[in-house]
């Protein structure tokens, strides 16, 4: 089993609650520890899933992350949020796992090729020779009674998130799903703030494509 980890963030002090859960595990509380699954193993295995082949591995990558947890809760410091602390814990052991699966490419080598590659985030033609818009992005109504369209449109950004590049879609996932801030985001994926900024913009840039694509009536 991966070595628990000493807390890597540099995020600011735990906040009350924070504090209550540590002092509660410490103790050996139950609750405490089911209180926490309850609110974040979905997320984690679903990271889980960035880094090894399918969902019994990411399930067990989560559980292992957990014993990690467990194991070095003593040694949690609180220099960042005990959320961002589990789940470095839970980044560092699925990387470990997906190498050794052989089945799954680094999430860094990932950023590497996606950060460097020289992608418009809107189409050029999309802009007139002095910079304006040709045609500007549309805004889009679905009345509350219209929930067929509504599902469908879900349909439609849930296949554009899964056709993008596993770090944007991770990053965007995290952001706009999961409601991470930024710096959460950046601690524990280990990204910096630039390419957090330009994984998250390119991926909603894509998205929005297909949703303009969906309502002029192309092909997704």
């Known amino acids: 089993m991966t070595a628990p980890l000493r807390d890597p963030g540099p995020v600011s002090a735990t906040g009350t609650d924070d504090a209550r859960l540590v002092a509660e595990l410490r103790a050996g509380d139950e609750a405490a520890f089911v209180e926490l699954v309850e609110r974040h193993h979905g997320a984690m295995v679903r990271l889980a899933l960035t880094y090894v082949p399918g969902h019994a591995v990411a399930e067990e990558v989560a559980q292992e992350a957990w014993l990690g947890m467990l194991k070095g ?14 789940f470095r814990i ?15 490419v680094p999430f ?27 045609a500007a992005p549309r805004e889009w109504e679905i009345s509350p009674e219209n929930r067929a369209l509504s599902t469908e ?27 991470w801030s930024a710096p959460e985001v950046c601690n524990v994926l280990a990204l910096s703030e630039t390419n957090q900024r330009v994984l998250l913009h390119r991926a909603r840039a894509k998205v929005r494509r297909s949703i303009e694509q969906y309502f002029d009536g192309g092909t997704v």
Do not use: Y
Request: hydrophobic fraction near 40%; charged fraction near 30%.
């Open 108 to 134: 860094s080598a990932l950023l590497h090729d996606e950060a460097a590659e020289d992608e418009p985030a809107v189409a050029p033609s999309r802009f007139s020779p002095e910079g304006a818009w040709r």
């Open 153 to 179: 449109l879900g349909g439609v950004v849930r296949g554009a998130m899964e056709a993008l590049p596993p770090a944007q879609r991770e990053v965007m996932r995290l952001r706009d799903i999961e409601g």
């Open 90 to 104: 839970l980044t560092n052991i699925a990387k470990t796992r997906g190498a050794r699966e052989a089945r799954s």
């Open 73 to 86: 809760i003593d040694r949690f410091e609180g220099r960042s949020s005990l959320k961002t602390w589990i």
